[in-house]
């Protein structure tokens, strides 16, 4: 099993919310190592590159390119879990400030 840590940004396989199909799409890992370790599932955020909108919970990724990312993107504020065997490659990291911001994010999110 490969190792995650969070803030990996990856590139996998996401089934939509209604389960009516999958898309391929980079996420960021929100688990933390030891969970990521002993499962089989990652917990993560979607990336989009439709930075047009801005919507609650979603986080700029201000360093998009050293990231690993094609075009400037945010995580948005959709978290699911998904199984490691659905990741295709590992494209990159968030730098330390991206990763902080999306951190102070998810807690406004979860309300933590």
Known sequence: MTSY???????????FADGTGSKKR???VLSGETYNGRRHELIVAAVTSNVSRLLFGDTKIAQWEESG?????HAAGIIQTITQSGVLKKLGSLPYRDLENLKTNLKKTLEF
Not at 69 to 73: H, T, V
């Open 5 to 15: 840590k969070p803030g990996d940004v990856l590139f996998a396989e996401l089934t």
């Open 26 to 28: 980079p996420v960021v």
């Open 69 to 73: 990312l094609k075009y400037p993107s």
